[in-house]
């Protein structure tokens, strides 16, 4: 250490003219910004959806419908956690809160139909197209990042 010193090479002052300046305006064409993302349609994700698991016979079509476009969807949507990993995180680790906020849904779901719950639990492709359908009708990444 006795070898290292720290040596004072030179000391400059910037100089500028004594003029009047003006800066040029930032050009406001080309990049620097996101494109909005194109999300899909929620009836077109609905559609797919019934279209891969509508042959289950459920009892109460109607409300199992509803359950899964309206309560489900606005439940996790309005999940605190997701919602701040949406803001403040990435794709994956939202996608991660996601299938938690809906798995907290869908336990709160049991209590008014088993049914469904019962499909969620024992259908792993249902399970996956339920988490895909419902990340892709909430999902919204904030505009800050």
């Known amino acids: 250490m006795d070898s290292y010193r720290v040596e004072k090479?030179?000391?400059?002052?910037?100089?500028?003219?004594d003029a009047d300046a003006e800066i040029?305006?930032?050009p406001t064409v080309g990049g620097g910004h996101k494109p909005e993302p194109e999300l899909e349609r929620l009836s077109n994700i609905i559609k797919s959806f019934n279209e891969q698991f509508g042959n289950?016979?459920?009892v109460d079509q109607d409300r199992i419908e509803r359950l899964l476009t309206q309560d489900i969807v606005v439940n996790v949507a309005a999940d605190t956690a997701y919602q701040n990993a949406q803001k403040n995180s990435d794709v994956q680790n939202a996608r991660i809160?996601?299938?938690?906020?809906?798995?907290?849904?869908?336990?709160?779901?049991?209590?008014d139909s088993t049914e469904l719950f019962k499909q969620y639990v024992d259908n792993p492709e249902l399970k996956r197209g339920l988490a895909d359908m419902v990340f892709a009708a909430t999902y919204k990444k904030s505009a800050a990042a």
């Not at 090479?9 to 003219?17: E, G, S, V």
């Open 9 to 17: 090479r030179a000391a400059m002052k910037i100089q500028l003219p």
């Open 24 to 26: 040029a305006p930032v």
């Open 56 to 58: 289950i016979g459920w």
């Open 97 to 111: 809160e996601l299938d938690k906020a809906l798995g907290r849904v869908m336990i709160a779901v049991m209590k």
